[in-house]
């Protein structure tokens, strides 16, 4: 932490250019510009017309810099609030040295429940603090093996992993018990430098690929009492691990489950509801859209939806528990309310 008179100057400038840009630019996730912006005060974006975000070039040109420190194993708590001349200074010098980490804290790479945007208490069995030797359950044990094969780049091994706590666990204790905690951790891991993107884009193909297996193979239920569920994510979101793992439920609940992927424009998801006849819309979340977007993109899906077909929002953004959602969208803060949220309905359309 630097003191008043070292931190930079981060009045917003009037020109800049738009968030999709700074991530292509300087290779930090959109979603870590917010993070940042919440939790450090930097970087402060101007606005557009439309309330959009717009960064200044010499904020840029810091963004790239703070990158290279964090690719040389810097932590972003200590630059993100670094003087200019301090992150010059940490450029020239030799990179810091390890951090000093138990077996199991070095195993699982300190995994920590402080990923931005997700609410700890929402995912079950999220650890809320580092691993220590102590306290490494089997949970811990479990996220630290897959972490130790991510980072080994064993790709067969780490799928293997995942398999085989699908099959020790059954699937739904696997989703909420540890692929929705692991996949916290591995953004966390990120998020502190200890994992690269190929790294994270390797997990989650790898994940995908295996909750995809364990649906095709789960049996047709005997008899459907629904509802018939219809997953997509709106534009602009692209993450699907939560739409998986939220159909992965569905499914053992016995309900009908069509997934459209991700980024559906809300025009579209109202002929499919109308083709498939689906009873609800289930919509996923993660930290990446802006509170606007969220509450616009619902309230204008809700408008375009027939009254009796529901709409249901989870995931990390915390849009969905923000003033100004709309009204006629069922939020559920977390993967375990999947199975009430089942009830409920079954009990109104009985």
Known sequence: MTSNSEQPDHRPEAE????????????IRRETLRIWERRYGFPQPGRDGAGERLYPASQVARLRLIKRLLDAGHRPGRVVLASEAQLQGWLSAPPPAPRRATAAS???GALSSELPGTDPGALPGTLPGALSAGDAGPLAKDIAECLVRLKRHDV?????????ALLRQGLA???TQLFAPLTVAVGDAWMRGELQVFEEHVFSESLQLVLRQALQSLPAPAAQPGPRVLLTTLPGESHVLGLLMAEALLCLEGCTCLSLGAQTPPEQIGPA???HRADVVALSFSAVLANRAVHEGLSRLRTLLPAAVEVWAGGSNRAL???GRPAGVRVLPGLV???GEVGRWRAAHA
Request: hydrophobic share 45%; charged share 15%; glycine share 12%.
């Open 16 to 27: 800049g250019i738009g968030i999709s840009a700074v991530e292509r630019e300087t290779g």
């Open 106 to 108: 070095a195993r699982a």
């Open 156 to 164: 067969d091994g780490l799928r293997q992993a995942l398999t085989q």
């Open 173 to 175: 204790a696997a989703v």
């Open 273 to 275: 509801v109308a083709a």
């Open 321 to 323: 528990a923000s003033p």
């Open 337 to 339: 309310q999947i199975s």
